[in-house]
């Protein structure tokens, strides 16, 4: 749904399948906050400051209209 929705399509097929679905969320979510870790470990590396290298990932996140996922 995320591609579509940058495509601006109309019409979305989602699978029927709950087990499916959930998996598929489940998996985005991990490539999401694997994402967010290795931004913030690139930031940490350059400036050595926790609180801006996670506000740093958190926008460059939001700039490409992706979730913050916390865990």
Not at 4 to 24: F, G, L, M
Not at 45 to 69: F, M, Q, T, W
């Amino acid at each position: 749904m995320v591609y579509a929705k940058q495509n601006e399509e109309v019409i979305v097929r989602v699978p029927v399948s709950v087990t499916v679905v959930k998996k598929a969320v489940q998996e985005y979510e991990r490539y999401v906050w694997e994402v967010k870790q290795k931004l913030f470990v690139a930031f940490m590396e350059k400036c050595g400051e926790h609180n801006v290298s996670e506000n740093l990932a958190r926008r460059v996140l939001a700039e490409y209209g992706l979730p913050d996922i916390r865990r």
